[in-house]
């Protein structure tokens, strides 16, 4: 029996796009279902200034195929050099839709980040004054603190210190993996938000670690335990309107994942939204979907939901994604959930 559902068309509020071979191998995947995406600013280097950020909006433009239509909706990575009022300029243009916190040294890319939070005050100041989210990689770096307890000692070291001393500032706690986000998210307003991936919906460390460890399944921040993973599911699927998804699309060559010293991402492009669909769906919850997906993060990011729409069509026979995509000289191995998807994108 084939089941039908019609969606506004979803939006991904976090994507790796990275650049050449790579940005022209990946952005069809997302194009294809997303009408708009927040684009991570970490390529190195890093998309710091709001010139930088159109020159790349130009070349995201430039890559996508003749027919198909995508927004990029650009970000600016925060360096203790960032200029307020380039920040400013590049929001009023229209040009940027949010900045990002990288704290140095959390995840790829993230060399520029930010280490003194004292040097960064003045722009979060003019970001609160004229509305500009701040998206947050929410992780301390410390080299004592252990991998997965990272994002539960950003919150109280860092985040909540810098939310108190800059009232009115928008937050966007990105790809959140832990029952202490999903918390702190609902302890508070809705100035703060938190976009959730696939892969932290579904998995937990167990899924990436027991019987072998696999590459595939390593991101940053890390897959937690259980139950972690379980207060995100029902945060999903709760309806509230301060979670949405952002995939955290994050591709890598594949002999990069399959190294000695593993790259962190997972590449949900092209089966993010068939693998939710049958999430939501084994959940009981398939009318809390289109929130999830369509417009929770517009709303946030005070943005019309798209007009058009995608069809969800679930089938009998387990729906077959590519194992890999090609990328120039290399491949891009694609998300495997571990479980049969009957859903696809129709
Ligand atoms: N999530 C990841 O594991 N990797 C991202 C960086 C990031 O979002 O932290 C990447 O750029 O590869
Ligand atoms: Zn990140
Ligand atoms: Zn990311």
């Given at each position: 029996?084939?089941?039908?559902?019609?969606?506004?068309?979803?939006?991904?509020?976090?994507?790796?796009?990275?650049?050449?071979?790579?940005?022209?191998?990946?952005?069809?995947?997302?194009?294809?279902?997303?009408?708009?995406?927040?684009?991570?600013?970490n390529l190195v280097p890093p998309v710091v200034t709001g010139a930088q950020a159109a020159a790349y909006r130009d070349r995201?433009?430039?890559?996508?195929?003749?027919?198909?239509?995508?927004?990029?909706?650009?970000?600016?990575?925060?360096?203790?050099?960032?200029?307020?009022?380039?920040?400013?300029?590049?929001?009023?243009?229209?040009?940027?839709?949010?900045?990002?916190?990288?704290?140095?040294g959390a995840t790829t890319n993230s060399a520029s980040g930010v280490s003194d939070f004292t040097k960064v005050r003045a722009?979060?100041?003019?970001?609160?004054?004229?509305?500009?989210?701040?998206?947050?990689?929410?992780?301390?770096?410390?080299?004592?603190?252990?991998?997965?307890?990272?994002?539960?000692?950003?919150?109280?070291?860092?985040?909540?210190?810098?939310?108190?001393?800059?009232?009115?500032?928008?937050?966007?706690?990105?790809?959140?993996?832990?029952?202490?986000?999903?918390?702190?998210?609902?302890?508070?307003?809705?100035?703060?938000?938190?976009?959730?991936?696939?892969?932290?919906?579904?998995?937990?460390?167990?899924?990436?670690?027991?019987?072998?460890?696999?590459?595939?399944?390593?991101?940053?921040?890390?897959?937690?335990?259980?139950?972690?993973?379980?207060?995100?599911?029902?945060?999903?699927?709760?309806?509230?309107?301060?979670?949405?998804?952002?995939?955290?699309?994050?591709?890598?060559?594949?002999?990069?994942?399959?190294?000695?010293?593993?790259s962190a991402g997972c590449f949900t492009a092209p089966n993010a939204l068939p693998i939710l669909a049958q999430t939501f769906?084994?959940?009981?919850?398939?009318?809390?979907?289109?929130?999830?997906?369509?417009?929770?993060?517009?709303?946030?990011?005070?943005?019309?939901?798209?007009?058009?729409?995608?069809?969800?069509?679930?089938?009998?026979?387990?729906?077959?994604?590519?194992?890999?995509?090609?990328?120039?000289?290399?491949?891009?191995?694609?998300?495997?959930?571990?479980?049969?998807?009957?859903?696809?994108?129709?």
């Amino acid at each position: 029996m084939t089941q039908s559902l019609i969606l506004a068309r979803p939006d991904d509020w976090h994507l790796h796009l990275r650049d050449g071979a790579m940005l022209a191998a990946v952005l069809p995947e997302t194009a294809r279902h997303f009408a708009r995406a927040i684009i991570m600013p970490n390529l190195v280097p890093p998309v710091v200034t709001g010139a930088q950020a159109a020159a790349y909006r130009d070349r995201i433009l430039t890559a996508l195929p003749d027919g198909m239509s995508f927004e990029p909706l650009m970000t600016l990575y925060l360096t203790e050099d960032t200029d307020p009022a380039d920040v400013a300029a590049a929001h009023a243009s229209g040009l940027v839709k949010a900045v990002k916190l990288y704290p140095a040294g959390a995840t790829t890319n993230s060399a520029s980040g930010v280490s003194d939070f004292t040097k960064v005050r003045a722009v979060l100041e003019k970001m609160a004054e004229i509305g500009l989210p701040l998206c947050v990689h929410g992780e301390v770096t410390d080299r004592d603190i252990d991998i997965f307890d990272r994002e539960a000692v950003f919150i109280d070291r860092v985040l909540d210190p810098i939310r108190k001393a800059t009232p009115g500032l928008r937050v966007v706690m990105e790809h959140i993996t832990t029952k202490n986000g999903v918390d702190y998210v609902l302890a508070n307003d809705t100035d703060l938000g938190a976009t959730i991936t696939v892969q932290h919906l579904i998995l937990d460390r167990n899924d990436m670690l027991v019987g072998g460890m696999r590459p595939h399944y390593y991101c940053l921040p890390i897959l937690k335990r259980s139950d972690h993973r379980k207060a995100l599911h029902a945060a999903a699927i709760s309806g509230d309107a301060r979670f949405f998804l952002g995939t955290d699309s994050a591709p890598h060559p594949t002999h990069a994942k399959e190294a000695e010293c593993c790259s962190a991402g997972c590449f949900t492009a092209p089966n993010a939204l068939p693998i939710l669909a049958q999430t939501f769906e084994t959940a009981g919850a398939l009318d809390k979907l289109e929130g999830f997906i369509s417009r929770h993060g517009p709303a946030f990011y005070g943005l019309p939901v798209n007009s058009d729409t995608i069809t969800l069509t679930k089938s009998d026979a387990p729906t077959t994604f590519p194992a890999k995509i090609d990328a120039g000289d290399h491949t891009v191995t694609v998300f495997d959930p571990g479980f049969p998807v009957y859903w696809s994108v129709t």
